[in-house]
C-alpha cells in the first residue's frame, strides 16, 4: 500500500514563497503519476498540478501558471511543489496523490492514493 506524507506547509506573507514536499513510503514513487490538489475552506477540492509517471511532463492550473513548479528529487524519493509569489487566495490545505494513470491528470478520481495534507496560510 502506497503511503504519501505532505510536509513544508506554513504561514507566510503574500509575495513568499514555500517548498511542499510529498514523500512516498515506496521507493519508486517515479513510477507513478503525482499530483498536487488543494482545498480552500469552502470550496472544492482543485488541481494545483500534476508530473506524469512516464516522462515527467507536468500540467498546471492556469491559476498558478508561472508561480508554481512540480518537480521530483529520485534522491530524496519526493515529488516537491516550489511555490512562489504567493497570494492571499493560494490558502488552502494541499493535498498530494498517486496514481498510475497517464491520462486525465488533473481528475481527483484518477488518483487512489492520497496523503493528509499540509495547511498553506498566506495573509494578506
Known amino acids: 500500500q502506497l503511503q504519501l506524507v505532505e510536509s513544508g506547509g506554513g504561514l507566510v506573507q503574500a509575495g513568499g514563497s514555500l517548498r511542499l514536499s510529498c514523500a512516498s513510503s515506496?521507493?519508486?514513487?517515479?513510477?507513478?503519476?503525482v499530483a498536487w490538489f488543494r482545498q480552500a475552506p469552502g470550496k472544492e477540492r482543485e488541481s494545483v498540478a500534476a508530473?506524469?509517471?512516464?516522462?515527467?511532463?507536468?500540467v498546471y492550473a492556469d491559476s498558478v501558471k508561472g508561480r508554481f513548479t512540480i518537480s521530483r528529487d529520485n534522491t530524496k524519493n519526493t515529488v516537491d511543489l516550489q511555490v512562489n509569489s504567493l497570494k492571499p487566495e493560494d490558502t488552502a490545505v494541499y493535498y498530494c496523490?498517486?496514481?498510475?494513470?497517464?491520462?486525465?491528470?488533473?481528475?481527483?478520481?484518477?488518483?487512489?492514493?492520497w496523503g493528509q495534507g499540509t495547511q498553506v496560510t498566506v495573509s494578506s
Open positions: 496523490a498517486a496514481s498510475n494513470s497517464l491520462l486525465a491528470v488533473t481528475i481527483q478520481r484518477q488518483y487512489r492514493y
Open positions: 515506496v521507493r519508486t514513487v517515479s513510477t507513478y503519476t
Open positions: 508530473i506524469r509517471r512516464s516522462d515527467s511532463t507536468t
